[in-house]
């Protein structure tokens, strides 16, 4: 798998300032990072518009597909 590149590292903290570190989905705070609304490997930018800030709980719905975070 390709690595990912030091923009989408950089991107992926602003965003989390951008979002205050709050998961945009539920609002807590705890361990919160930045997930790819397009991910990277299909074209997504490395900017924070296409960056939104999750905690583990809903990143990890997000990911399994049982949250869809295009519905907010
Ligand atoms: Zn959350
Ligand atoms: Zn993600």
Do not use: P, W
Request: aromatic share 4%; with cysteine.
């Amino acid at each position: 798998m390709k690595k990912r590149g030091k923009d989408h590292i950089k991107a992926q903290r602003m965003g989390r300032i951008r979002d205050g570190g709050i998961c945009q989905i539920c609002g807590g705070s705890g361990h919160t990072e930045g997930h790819h609304l397009l991910d990277y490997q299909f074209g997504g930018k490395a900017n924070t518009d296409n960056i939104i800030t999750l905690c583990r709980t809903c990143h990890d719905k997000v990911h399994r597909g049982i949250m869809d975070v295009f519905k907010l």
